[in-house]
């Protein structure tokens, strides 16, 4: 049975992650609608970077990273768990899970959202320091940058996604943290989904090893 004590933490989650910063940054600066305005209506920081400008790119991108810590901190701070037992338990996995669903199927916007690209790295980020899976998805989006680069940043993002979710795999049945690669399951299949539902255009996939290209 899913326990109740943990299902406040998911519904927080879920509701922070639906709140979309980019088109509100984007009205305090007077830029007008950025979601129409980009090609690939995404409501997330690179449009907000792009058509809002810096600061209303920055201040979406550390509110949508936020909107991903604070959620597991307030777990962590108030749950009835200690530090060293909620990775253990299948439903800590909605947890991690719920503020990217947010993100990606807002309750506040219809249920459509950004790809949660942003608030995926704020909930490993909320994990730290009892936990650092967030390194397996820096080192994936560094690799796949910097050393064997796939382009576009679409594809770089699928592969980023599917080594990150392997690695955590193997960590969480070496260490019995179960919880770790089920709740990122849930956040690939909503990235994926929201990736496959982006109406830019899809242009061809190249891999080039960096120093060679």
Partial sequence: MFPLTVLPFVI???LCGSVLFAPIWAKIFHKGDII???KDHNPGASNAFAYGGFWCGMLTLICDVLK????????FTFGTYS???PCTDIAFAFVLAAPVIGHAFSI?????????IATTFGTLLGLVPVYQPILFIAISFIFFSLIL?????????VVSYLTTLVAMSIFGLKT???ALPIGFVIITVAVMYRLHRSPEEREEIEVN???KH
């Fill in 108 to 116: 506040f916007n219809s249920f459509n959202g950004g790809k949660g």
């Fill in 176 to 178: 019995g943290m179960v």
């Fill in 36 to 38: 129409e305005k980009a």
């Fill in 149 to 157: 680069k796939i382009s576009p940043h679409l594809y770089r993002t």
């Fill in 68 to 75: 991903g810590i604070i959620p597991i901190r307030l777990f």
């Fill in 12 to 14: 927080i989650g879920y």
């Fill in 83 to 85: 530090d060293s037992t």
């Fill in 209 to 211: 090893l960096a120093w």
